[in-house]
């Protein structure tokens, strides 16, 4: 009677769909969400709301929500490494504010496409430097395409580029720097993504306290009513605080540093789509061939980096 031999390789690929499927499903969620981010970041100057109060809010959110579940993960949170916990906590303030700042001076459409486009060419250009990561061809062709893309959205406005504008893309780009970092430390890190957002928003928190009082930044803390904060509170608290980062930290637990950055490359074109009927933004040919190269550039790293061998 013949024995039937199972193939490792293809158990392994077949364990892991399930856990995939819901990465996938988790990172599509994420992406709208960051999609409402960028957008939500344009509207602060228009709003009562100071940059400080909305990061307040974005922090404050995740805090009272898992605030029941901290028990379960203070261990893990102590065992955190010093290095690895800054790196973190530069995804919370100091990602918030660069963005905030960067938002005020450039369309959402730039914004959606700086922050959620740029980071995977961070994330390759450190992993490479820093942890000897080698760069296959396939990866290179498709951070190319992604950047062609992204510069070309960039550029879809050309007309109207002024010096600020410029001068918001660098700030852009420096948080999503910033952003590449707090990716890679994600993954270094290990922890559950519940102790992962309860982390940097009570670190965050505490910081923005320290920011308030002491003067730093300004506030307007007392001067709007909670119907003016609401929208906040959805879009930045529940949304970008509590629901993204524990998808995001679940995604990057799921694929990876560089893998979850390369989709995530896709909230830009979803920006831009959706700040035609919300903000009243166009999009030029140029933006739509952007688009297009980005979307092709994440759907060509992500056929090469899934296929089980």
Known sequence: ?????????????LHSVRPMMKGYMVIAFVLFI?????LSLRTIGASSLTPADVALIRFLVPCVVLMPWVKIHVRSIRSLKISDAALI???????????????????AAYVGTVLAGTPPFFVAIISFFLFRQSLSPYRLISLMLIIIGIVMMVMGNALVISHEIIHGVMVLLGASFLWAI?????????????????????????????????GLVSSHLGAFSIQ???PFVLIQGVGAGLLSTIGYSYAVSQFGAAKSSVICSLSPGLTAILAVPILGESLSISILAGIFLTIAGVIFSNNHSSKCR
Request: aromatic share 16%; with cysteine; charged share 10%.
């Open 1 to 13: 009677m013949e024995k039937t031999i199972r193939m490792p390789a293809t158990d392994a690929c």
């Open 34 to 38: 960051w999609s409402g981010f960028a």
């Open 89 to 107: 906590l530069l995804g919370g303030v100091p990602f918030f504010f660069l963005a905030s700042f960067g938002a005020k001076l450039a369309p």
């Open 182 to 214: 707090y990716t890679i430390s994600l993954k270094r890190a290990g922890l559950h993504p519940i102790a992962i957002t309860f982390f940097i928003s009570i670190c965050s928190l505490f910081i923005m306290f320290i920011c308030i009082s002491t």
């Open 228 to 230: 003016q904060a609401l």
